[in-house]
């Protein structure tokens, strides 16, 4: 059996939905499909889950909806009507709509959660009712069924008992079109997951049904080993491991999301990342190991957006209990890290920036040095991450020296260095302003110059 997911601009016109109806027929394993919200259908277009957002902004205002809620009713319309579908259902979509924007506003992100959700929940109604129009017998299946989730507000996640409630899904006679993106508490309140997270619904599926293979739809052909907005036409992957695609994930690779990874990964059910409008392509496996293409490196991220720490204190490597008592201090701001390396004296610690506001900073500043009687704190803001990726690369020799040796020919400043236990990562920190330029000498460093 295979659950597919098909991103948002794989579902954004009746065009891409009837190529998803045919990669659907082509393969009667493809048994459970998750789909996005209508996603772009051009370059400046807007997203149908965007439009909902700026919707229940706009209710919670108390501003004027109407016309709002109409360009996502629109949206629906127009897909609906080249389907050849009846119009019926644009006015129960209008109607559940009208609903969700007279919900309950006393929490502001549950409110956003529950509008934000019809555009997968819609979709996926509407494409179950193309389906069975053109003789493919298919229902819709709503999250309801057994997808659950914490309660907030900590950050989604499902649990344990849902894997067990939608193994059921399997015995289903029809295609299963399943809502990406939200499911709901045990008391019935509805959660979605981070942006792009119907990929985290698809892999929760696989791993529910344990599935042969979870097909993750999109609209490039594979996932390639560096950004190709900076680098020009990067070498695409075939194989890559969970590992791997973690850690490219994890910064700046947005075709999969990072955490999606994880219901899978258990399994060791095998990933296909593909092309919706060129299916034939092999696409990008994530596997759990995979076999040598002779480089040390798979791919190259980058990342914006991070901030440091620092903290020095003479003796640091002495006194038990700094590093906790450190991180307790960030823990208490609800903050989390992403690295710490370390000296003798000295620890900086690596934070996304859109967590830090200047008056936690000014605390965090404060009690480091009263309550730590550290010598020196600061933070610095404007960084990037650097992320080198590869299993090959924990047995390779002289690989760190050949990417320190790239960067120092861009004529830029390494902030910071750090290697991944594991050794499949080596991250270096630079300042944003550089990001491109030490990105693409990394690459022609370690996967040939780039043709133009
Ligand atoms: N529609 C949601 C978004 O735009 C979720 C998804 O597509 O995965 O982020």
Do not use: W
């Not at 293979?213 to 999109?218: A, Q």
């Not at 859109?354 to 040095?369: C, G, H, L």
């Amino acid at each position: 059996m295979i659950v597919c997911k098909f991103g948002g601009t794989s579902v954004a016109c009746a065009e891409q939905i009837k190529k998803v109806a045919n990669i659907v027929k082509s393969n009667p394993e493809r048994r459970i499909i998750v789909v996005s919200a209508p996603g772009k259908r051009f370059g400046d277009d807007i997203k149908v889950t965007d439009l909902l957002i700026d919707l229940a902004n706009a209710a919670l205002k108390d501003g004027d909806v109407e016309g709002k809620l109409q360009d996502v009713v629109n949206r629906y319309k127009d897909i609906a009507e080249n389907l050849g579908l009846d119009q019926s259902i644009s006015n129960i979509i209008a109607q559940d709509l009208r609903e969700r924007v007279e919900f309950d506003k006393t929490n502001i992100n549950l409110y956003v959660d529950n509008l934000k959700a019809s555009g997968e929940d819609n979709n996926a109604r509407l494409i179950a009712a193309y389906f069975n129009s053109i003789g493919l017998k298919a229902k819709y299946v709503s999250p309801l069924e057994g997808l659950l989730l914490n309660n907030p507000p900590e950050r989604t996640y499902a649990l344990p008992e849902t894997y067990e409630l939608l193994n059921k899904l399997k015995t289903y006679e029809e295609i299963i079109v399943f809502p990406g993106f939200f499911g709901y508490t045990k008391e019935g309140t509805l959660r979605t997951f981070d942006r792009g997270g119907s990929d985290i619904t698809g892999s929760i599926l696989a791993a529910a049904v344990k599935a042969d293979l979870y097909e993750n739809f999109t609209d490039v052909d594979c996932v390639f080993s560096a950004n190709p907005k900076v680098v020009k036409n990067p070498i695409g992957i075939e194989e890559i491991t969970y590992r791997e695609m973690r850690e490219l994930s994890y910064s700046g690779f947005s075709v999969f999301h990072d955490e999606a990874l994880m219901p899978v990964f258990k399994l060791g059910i095998p990933v296909n990342v593909k092309n919706t409008n060129n299916p034939t392509a092999p696409g990008t496996r994530i596997l759990p190991t995979r076999t040598s293409n002779g480089r040390p490196v798979t791919g190259i991220s980058a990342d914006s957006g991070f901030s440091t720490l620092y903290v020095s204190k003479y003796l640091m490597n002495r006194e038990i209990g700094f590093g906790r008592k450190l991180l307790h201090i960030i823990e208490e701001e609800h903050i989390s890290y992403d690295h710490t390396p370390s000296g003798v004296d000295d620890i900086s610690v690596i934070i996304r920036s859109n967590q830090i506001t200047p008056e936690a900073e000014e605390r965090i500043v404060k009690r480091i040095k009263e309550e730590l009687h550290a010598d020196d704190v600061y933070f610095r803001h404007g960084f990037s991450m650097i992320v080198i990726v590869g299993e090959g690369m924990r047995n390779n020799t002289g690989l760190a020296a050949r990417a320190a040796h790239a960067i120092s020919r861009t004529g830029s400043n390494i902030e910071m260095i750090n290697q991944g236990s594991s050794e499949v990562s080596l991250v270096f920190g630079v300042l944003s302003e550089v990001e491109n330029q030490v990105l693409t000498a990394l690459y022609e460093e370690f996967f040939a110059p780039i043709t133009v």
